[in-house]
């Protein structure tokens, strides 16, 4: 059954409901407003995994940031399990397109960050050894993140917001700046990792393949302000195969929605 399909009492007990309510945003800019978000709604199941698309600088990010707590919504709410979001929690993680990967740390030391933040180093060891397995980063512990290549630094990234068991993860374009081999396998990773934990995802994507291959619901976006201006369902199991003929007539039914992007 598809994570989109199941019911909340089916659902694995890693994930939650996230519900977007008629969110907007702005910024102060050189003394005006500048708006970001308008009027967003959005629903994701437990253990849903949701995609999102639009062209750059739409407010994709920002959208991610209120879901994480960074800063609250300038108008609407976010809510997680019926709680409305008022700051940020180890259940709902937000991942970068930069490993962000502190260069003085062992792979070991980056992971357990969020523990010894919140006092925990000592009690959940094994939350660390389960997390580096989780990504078979086992025999790179010890490493460096100079040591690492552009995918294991980012499974690293990966493996240090898996520590803190969370049930939502949020994705930023995590695989952008990876070659495309690199960006294939990780792909394959990601979706391994969600089917085995059951977390809920939210994910930033240019990528519209990358989108179709990993989602249950694809979500494009307008230019800024952003609005939800489409919505798809991808009601096919996994694993996907790229060539496949519905997908590929679906990438090119997204591509069309999407329109000239830009930059």
């Keep these: 059954m598809s994570a989109a399909l199941q019911t909340e009492a ?9 519900e ?3 969110v907007s945003h702005q910024f102060e800019l050189h003394g005006g407003r500048l708006p970001v978000l308008d009027a967003i709604n ?3 199941a437990p253990g849903e995994f949701v995609a999102l698309l639009g062209p750059s600088g739409c407010g994709k990010s ?3 940031r209120l879901v994480a707590g960074l800063e609250p919504p300038s108008a609407g709410e976010v809510l997680a399990d019926g709680q409305r979001i008022t700051g940020p929690d180890p259940s709902r993680i937000l991942v970068f397109q930069d490993p962000t990967l502190f260069p003085w740390r062992t792979v070991r030391k980056n992971v357990a960050i969020g523990l010894e933040a919140r006092g925990l180093l000592r009690t959940h060891q094994a939350r660390i050894d389960n997390a580096l397995a989780l990504v078979r980063l086992e025999r790179f512990a010890d490493a460096y993140p100079h040591q690492l290549s552009g995918g294991m630094a980012q499974r690293a ?5 898996l520590v803190n068991d969370p049930q939502l993860l949020l994705l930023d374009e995590p695989f952008g700046k990876l070659d495309s081999l690199t960006r294939l396998s990780m792909q394959n990773e990601l979706l391994a990792l969600w089917q085995k934990v059951g977390f809920t995802a939210l994910m930033v994507t240019h990528d ?3 989108a179709l291959l990993l989602s249950d619901r694809v979500i494009v976006l307008s230019d800024r302000p952003a609005r939800i201006v ?5 009601d096919k199991p996994q694993p ?3 060539d496949d003929p519905d997908l590929v007539q679906l990438r090119q039914t997204v591509l069309a929605t999407l329109g000239p992007i830009r930059d």
């Design 157 to 161: 990234a990966i493996a240090r917001a």
């Design 62 to 64: 920002t959208l991610l």
């Design 230 to 234: 489409a919505e798809f369902v991808v």
């Design 20 to 22: 977007i309510n008629a």
């Design 208 to 210: 519209v393949e990358e």
């Design 240 to 242: 996907r195969r790229r």
């Design 10 to 18: 089916e659902a694995p007990r890693h994930s939650i409901a996230l």
């Design 42 to 44: 959005l629903r994701l």
